[in-house]
Structures are given as C-alpha cells and as structure tokens.
C-alpha cells in the first residue's frame, strides 16, 4: 500500500485535466494505481515522494527526474515549479496544444459514446504577455504574487511570464506607495489588514490600464498618493473596490473612481468596446479575434436572420454579428450594468440592428417578445457551469436553425450537446482554441443545427 511520503518510480503516460502529469502504479497489493503529479509531463521517468493518498489515487511530486521527456524545456519562470498558474511551461508548444485536443476528447467521452473527433487545436498567437487581466493578492510582505497551486498561500512575483508587460511597473509602484503609507496586507486567517489585491486590466489595443486596488474598507490611507503614482506610470483608470466579506470572493459590489475615465477602451475585429472593470471582456486579446470570426463564419449570417446572443456581457459577440448583416442582433444578459455597457458600445460604434435587453437565458417568452419572434441563430457563450437545463429547453424552444456553442469548459459543454441532440440538434465539428497558453484552461466551439421540426 502506497503511504504519504514513500518514494517510487514510475513513467508519466498522460496529462489530467487539472494539468498535473499522470503515472500508473502497480506492485503486489497495486494494480493500475492512479498518481497525479505536478510539474510531470508524458515521457518524463521520475522518483516521486508521495505527498497526498486517497482510496483510488495519490498525489505526488517529482523527487528526482530520472529522464526527461523528449517534449521537456526549460521553464522561463523562477516561481514555475511553486506558483498556481502556468502548468504547461516546461513543455514544447505542439506538445501542449496536443493534450489540450485530448482534453476535450476526454471531457466529451464522460457524457458520450460517440461524437467527432477533435480538430487540431487553434494555437494562440502569442504564448506570453497576452493576459489582459491580472488580480494579484498582496503577501503579508507587502508583496503581490499569485497562489500556489490548491491553496491561498501567495507566490510572491510581481513579473509574470504572461501578464502584459504594462503591469509589472504598477505592481512595483503599488508596494511603493504601500511601504511608505504603512499599508497594512489582508490576512485571509484572521480577516483583518486592509489591503487585499491589486486588479489590472488593459485595453492592448490602446494601451490604457485600469487600477484597481481591492481593499477591506472603504478607504486608503493617503489615497491621493496611490491615485498619484498610479498615473504618474500611466494608469487611465483608478479605482477602489470595497471587499470587506471573509472568504473567496475576490470582487466587493461597490467600485469608487478616485482618478480618470470610468472606462478603457479596446477594439476586437475593428469593433470598439468601452470596458468597465467589473466586464466580463476576455483575457487574450488577439486569439480572441481568431475565436469570434470562426463562431461567426460558422453562424451563417444571411440578411434576413435574427440572430439571439445569449449570455452577452458587454456586447462583443452582439456586435460582431451585427456587422456581418443581419436582419436584427439581440443581446441578452442577466447583469444590468453590462447590458448599459452593451447598448453603449453599440452608440459609438453606430451600429443600429443589435438591441439588448437584461433578462434570464432561461425565459423563453421574454426572450420571444425582445426579438419580436423566434431567432433563426442563437450564440452561446457561457459561464464554467454552462447552459443548464432550463436554458437548454429555452433554446430548443425557440427553435432556432443554427447554434454556436462557444465553451470555456468543455465538460459542461458536452452536457449540454447531450441534452440538446435529445431534443433534435446535430453537433457538427468540434474545434478547440488555446486561448490560455501555458495554462491546462482550453476553450472550445460547436455548431449544432436542427435536424427536425421541433413543439414551440
């Protein structure tokens, strides 16, 4: 029987879903023995300290790398083997995209028996400095970082491998003001301290940052001076968000803007977006583009269309599709302060034929009366726990001819194909995109189209 810190050799043979290198165990008592190990990948033989057993599979770490993958490189980062984020940094690129295409093809057998084969995976166009979005939690050092992999224990690095490169010089700034001002750090234990993280966001196609300091309070100390050299190194934006709740929620309700416009501005496929820091706008930009013109080609927007986009946050994926000619775009989304966001992106870019209304995707009738009929094309691009099955019948409800499932989580995505093939659609191409390279995240996009009259 395997015990927490025994020493064995073992092969790595896969990669989980998680991103952790898996190994196969078998001995006298063992067989077929399950190890998940971090920092392994494929080919690697290690020694391997058990860390972590449970009944039908352990945890470990690489104790000594016997012989490295041929796919094995040379981390960039110094806090790569301890920090939570990258997972695929110490492999080759091709390698990466490949067990990413396995990962779908695994998500989907869980809830299929047959289904098409994966294509090849959409590499991103840049491997780093393509996060557009960071929320790093300030140490008790009075230093940012990240969190170590399964915990809240901080990884202090103010320079990730894939954040911009704008936002190294706004974390530095931040400790300074932080030193000086005798800024206290949050302490998850006790929940005491004040500052608790630093959110940045940036707009790559302007370049304008927005600053955001996450605090447990209403007020810094001396906040003049953090609004100050925030936009002395070129902050657009500064806010305070007020999160003064125990537990994992990074994001209080109330932003208060103490310097600057209330919003940056970024451009997808030559379309103009105004973001508020509280959107939901993608993290990688530039593959982003790649994402949206192949869901769009895929929709098949003619001039008499009605196309519906459920679940569509600021607007980007509405507008786009409006540009393509439809007859009518209509946005839906449950939070109101994105529809807002919506409906002005819409102004300033003068697009007349997309409207957008703050409702359920689940509410079949409201939806009906906001596009004044039945949609011929419905977009989809949900949340990690995807459609449900209250929003799967809204849709087949509706009826629509064609739907685009854009998935961030491929698990639920299958479920939901499940559910929708029941009620008469048939999945076409499955098409994963790497819009988080060096991460174990993949997102992925399928057409369905109707196979027969459905009950209205």
Do not use: W
């Amino acid at each position: 029987m395997i015990k927490k810190n025994d020493i064995i050799e073992v092969n790595i043979t896969d990669v989980s879903f998680a991103g952790l290198g898996v190994a196969s165990y078998s001995d006298g008592e063992l067989e077929n023995f399950i190890i998940f190990i971090h920092n392994a990948i494929p080919g690697d033989k290690i020694l391997c300290r058990i860390v972590k057993t449970e009944k039908k599979f352990a945890y470990g770490i690489i104790e000594k790398l016997i012989e490295p993958s041929q796919t094995r490189i040379e981390a960039q980062c110094p806090t790569f083997d301890k920090c939570g984020g990258c997972v695929y940094l110490n492999m080759d690129y091709e390698t990466e995209l490949e067990i990413k295409r396995r990962s779908v093809v695994n998500a989907y057998k869980r809830s299929m028996a047959e289904f098409p084969e994966p294509l090849e995976t959409e590499p991103s166009p840049t491997l780093s400095f393509y996060r557009n979005k960071v929320i790093c939690p300030l140490s008790q050092n009075g230093k940012f970082g990240f969190y170590a992999r399964a915990s809240h224990r901080n990884i202090e690095n103010n320079n990730c491998f894939l954040q911009d490169k704008s936002f190294n010089k706004f974390l530095v700034a931040a400790e300074k003001y932080i030193a000086e001002n005798g800024v206290v750090p949050y302490d998850e234990v006790t929940g005491k301290g004040l500052f608790r993280q630093l959110y940045l966001r940036a707009a790559r196609s302007t370049g304008e940052v927005c600053v955001c300091a996450v605090i447990n309070g209403k007020k810094l100390p001396n906040e003049k001076a953090f609004a100050d050299i925030m936009a002395e190194n070129g902050a657009a934006s500064v806010y305070i968000n007020e999160n003064t709740t125990r537990g994992n929620t990074v994001l209080g309700i109330n932003f208060r803007l103490i310097y600057g416009k209330e919003r940056i501005t970024d451009t997808l496929c030559d379309v103009k977006y105004e973001i508020s820091p509280r959107a939901f706008y993608q993290i990688n930009r530039e593959q982003t583009e790649k994402l949206y013109s192949y869901a769009l080609d895929l929709a098949q927007i003619t001039p008499d269309d009605t196309v519906l986009d459920l679940f569509c946050g600021i607007g980007t994926i509405t507008l786009l599709a409006a540009k393509r000619g439809a007859k009518r775009v209509v946005g839906i989304e449950i939070v109101e302060e994105a529809i807002v966001d919506a409906k002005k992106n819409a102004q300033i870019n003068g697009i007349t034929n997309a409207e957008f209304f703050a409702a359920d995707a689940a509410d079949t009738l409201k939806i009906v009366e906001k596009c004044g009929g039945y949609p011929d094309i419905i977009i989809v691009d949900p949340p990690r726990k995807g459609l449900g099955e209250e929003a799967v019948n809204a849709i087949a409800r509706l009826a629509p001819k064609r739907v685009v499932y854009i998935s961030c989580n491929p698990e639920t995505q299958a479920k939901d194909i499940v559910a929708l093939s029941a009620l008469g659609y048939k999945m076409g191409d499955i098409k994963p995109f790497d819009m988080f390279p060096r991460t174990q995240h993949v997102e992925s996009v399928v057409k369905l189209c109707r196979t027969q009259e459905t009950e209205i």
